[in-house]
């Protein structure tokens, strides 16, 4: 299940409460609080248990002091995977613009609308969110293209108003000597400006490409570290106990020809199969009891296409064309194998505005998955686990920000309902910050125990994403306003 909670697309929430907001927290979650939603403020300012914000606010802090106990203050670029230290004295840029080679040009196909400002205004606060995810970031770097990049849009927009200011110089009757001087100067100025765009260019491909780096930000009450650092949020059942020795389900299915492996390695390679008899009525009956249970919480079903353009992956948060990357390619194409369901129901919302009252909406998919499955290896990934192709039902929401951590927690329960209602004994695990991928503000993994494997596996997991891929997708939604501008809280509409 994957959660996305949109953008305002008004007056923004939080002007006129700046003063209010600054009293109440540090500067750097202030500057979160869009994405925590716009009645954030009531409750960081009322006398009640620690808002979003003041949890956000705590959590930067609790960040800091992991964070401060390395050496340098913050954890090096070999420690922590990424391409800078961040306590070092920051990367500064050049005075000539640098040059953006033909890789990072082929990358950016597209412009995402990172939040430049606020990675600005918190360097500190967002190279520690991505050291402890592992990200490989610069936030320094990210910093510094953004303010080269507004120097050189100042200086090209300044040239831009000189050239019109000469051309309307030159309409009418003049001598021609003065006219020349004109055309000269005007000469001058487009001379100058295309060089100052090549820069300007130059900085912005830059500046995306680093920019799209940096993780959403982390849920205050997440683990900080690797798996094995995961909480516990439920438990079902217990390990059942045999007294016989018992098989596992790859004999099992093989001897009941419920599967065939040798035939799948043969016509595909290894990792696929055949599901026949039983055990391919067995998947339609689970896709067709599924629907039926997201149905009755009121999500629409659609069949999604398997292949995607790779732009649509980049704006869900995957990166299609990387090292060891989970996704099939077509050659010669822009089009990608979907990995999950996700993709396409995300790209359903590109570049789209809703209105409030449309919100939240959920949608669930029936779709195929494909899978590279890079580094897996070993008798733990044998049989019917860690595949490069299996079906899925997917649930994904779009939601306003108030909204989002409500929905999360109804798709966790969902998830658990329907295991339980299956049998299966499993835990629900709150996730590290490690094991977040970069568009999870919060991930909740179901590990079901498989008694083959002796081991629990993941079968299931539920994210929230925040805000995160509306800024890729931009996507947004429109909230009503009174005659002066104001934000209508649909707590107080009369409709």
């Known amino acids: 299940g994957v959660l996305v909670a949109l953008l305002r697309k008004s007056r923004p929430p939080w002007k006129g409460h700046e003063d209010a907001m600054l009293s109440t927290l540090n500067r750097p979650a202030a500057t979160m609080w869009k994405v925590c939603g716009a009645r954030a403020l009531q409750r960081a300012s009322a006398a009640s248990p620690p808002s979003g914000l003041q949890r956000t606010a705590l959590r930067a802090q609790h960040i800091r002091k992991q964070t401060s106990s390395l050496a340098g203050g913050l954890p090096s670029a ?47 606060l967002v190279q520690a969110n991505a050291n402890s995810r592992k990200a490989v970031c610069d936030a320094q770097l990210v910093a510094d293209l953004y303010s080269k990049f507004l120097q050189l849009k100042s200086e090209a927009d300044s040239l831009r108003a000189k050239r019109n200011d000469n051309a309307k110089k030159m309409k009418g009757k003049m001598e021609q000597d003065q006219r020349a001087t004109l055309i000269a100067e005007g000469t001058r100025i487009k001379e100058e400006l295309a060089v100052l765009e090549k820069d300007l260019d130059s900085v912005e491909v830059q500046l995306q490409v680093e920019g799209r780096k940096i993780p959403n930000l982390t849920h205050p009450d997440v683990p900080l570290g690797g798996e094995e650092l995961a909480t516990l949020r439920k438990e079902v059942g217990s390990k059942r106990e045999f007294d016989f020795e018992f098989r596992n389900h790859v004999e099992v299915a093989e001897s009941l020809d419920l599967v065939d492996f040798e035939s799948a390695a043969v016509v595909s390679g290894n990792k696929f199969y055949y599901l026949r008899n039983e055990a391919a009525l067995l998947e339609l009956a689970l896709i067709n009891w599924a629907f039926s249970k997201v149905l009755a919480k009121g999500f629409t079903p659609i069949m999604t296409p398997d292949l995607v353009r790779d732009t649509v992956l980049e704006k869900c948060g995957f ?108 835990k629900t695990l709150d996730m590290p910050s490690e094991d977040l991928g970069a568009p999870a503000y919060r991930k909740y993994d179901v590990e079901a125990w498989m008694p083959g494997l002796d081991r629990y596996g993941e079968i299931s997991s539920a994210s929230n994403c925040t805000d995160y891929q509306v800024w890729l997708t931009l996507t947004s939604v429109m909230f009503p306003t009174d005659d002066q501008g104001a934000l209508i809280s649909s707590s107080r509409r009369d409709d």
């Open 319 to 426: 990166q299609p064309r990387m090292t060891n990357t989970q996704t099939y390619s077509v050659l010669d194409s822009d089009l990608c194998l979907t990995g999950t369901a996700e993709i396409p129901l995300g790209g359903m919302a590109m570049d789209k505005v809703y209105s409030e009252d449309e919100l939240p909406i959920k949608m669930a998919a029936f779709g195929h998955c494909f899978r590279t499955e890079a580094g897996a290896a070993g008798a733990a990934t044998r049989g019917l686990y860690r595949v490069h192709q299996f079906s899925k039902v997917e649930m994904f929401i779009i939601s306003t920000p108030e909204q989002s951590e409500k929905l999360h927690e109804e798709l966790i329960s969902l998830e658990e309902e329907m295991f339980s209602e299956l049998g299966l004994h499993f």
């Open 78 to 124: 070999r420690s922590m995977g990424c391409s800078a230290v961040a306590a070092a004295p920051a990367t500064r840029l050049k005075e000539e613009a640098p040059s953006a080679n033909d890789a990072d040009h082929e990358r950016v196909k597209w412009k995402a609308s990172v939040d430049y400002k606020f990675v600005k205004d918190n360097v500190e």
